[in-house]
């Protein structure tokens, strides 16, 4: 699982699960730093959803750093969005389970509660 290149905040990463860490990795859309866009109030941006974007932003502000050389990352699952610390990285090992793997497989991989 490598392309050379470095996942980021770029938004094109994907993940796998390597117990007892996530990594990200390039390509996909299953993996992001956790950071809010903000946007003018719109009809599909209205008020309600520019005030609870400021509440999300402030509670993820207040998260101390995590465990070194981990970054706290939105992962996108077959259940929801998934808060976590992650790795972003180049490569993972060949047995980690790829975000692409079925969902039995991965919700137990993550500890997907039902």
């Given at each position: 699982?490598?392309?050379?290149k470095k996942c980021?905040?770029?938004?094109?990463?994907?993940?796998?699960?390597?117990?007892?860490?996530?990594i990200c990795l390039p390509?996909?859309?299953?993996?992001?730093?956790?950071?809010?866009a903000e946007?003018?109030?719109?009809?599909?941006?209205?008020?309600?959803?520019?005030?609870?974007?400021?509440q999300i932003k402030q509670v993820l502000a207040r998260i101390p750093p995590g465990p070194e050389g981990s970054?706290?990352?939105?992962?996108?699952?077959p259940r929801g969005i998934l808060l976590a610390w992650a790795h972003h990285r180049a490569e993972?090992?060949?047995?980690?389970v790829p975000?692409?793997?079925d969902e039995k497989t991965l919700s137990k991989?993550?500890?997907l509660k039902h």
């Open positions: 699982m490598s392309n050379g980021d905040s770029g938004g094109d990463c994907t993940f796998a699960v390597h117990p007892p860490v996530i390509g996909g859309s299953a993996c992001g730093l956790a950071v809010m946007a003018e109030i719109s009809p599909f941006h209205d008020q309600t959803l520019a005030d609870a974007t400021q970054h706290l990352s939105f992962l996108r699952t993972a090992p060949p047995d980690a975000a692409t793997a991989a993550l500890g």
